[in-house]
Nanobody
Framework: QVQLVESGGGLVQAGGSLRLSCAAS????????MGWFRQAPGKEREFVAL???????????DYADSVKGRFTISKDNTKNTLYLQMSSLKSEDTAVYYC???????????????WGRGTQVTVSS
């Protein structure tokens, strides 16, 4: 029923940029917390960014310290799509990036009701 599909991953050189998209279907998430998480090989899944509805058409973004100032989370409710704009990419950003919706906490890898299958981001140096 509900499906989240990530796209936009790929290989990019350090210092480059990449934009990830997450297309949602089955329901809308305009007022739900949605976020991005990532998991590097041999490591636990970690929080990257979260977008929270605060009223009207206002949203608040939250980022992990490791990506703050480099990544931007946004969404287009008319398209039911979540985005993650990544810039100044570093080798340590290499991971599988997951889109998630209805997130209740971002600690311990995140607890969300819905998850995408992930898209690989590889940053070469």
């Amino acid at each position: 029923q509900v499906q989240l599909v990530e796209s936009g991953g790929g290989l990019v050189q350090a210092g480059g940029s990449l934009r990830l998209s997450c297309a949602a279907s089955g329901r809308t998430f305009s007022r739900d917390k949605m976020g991005w998480f990532r998991q590097a090989p041999g490591k636990e899944r970690e929080f990257v960014a979260l977008i929270t509805w605060t009223g009207g058409n206002a949203y608040l973004a939250d980022y992990a310290d490791s990506v703050k100032g480099r990544f931007t989370i946004s969404k287009d409710n008319t398209k039911n799509t979540l985005y993650l704009q990544m810039s100044s990419l570093k080798s340590e950003d290499t991971a599988v990036y997951y889109c998630a919706a209805v997130c209740r906490t971002v600690v311990r890898g995140g607890l969300c009701d819905y998850w995408g299958r992930g898209t690989q981001v590889t940053v070469s140096s």
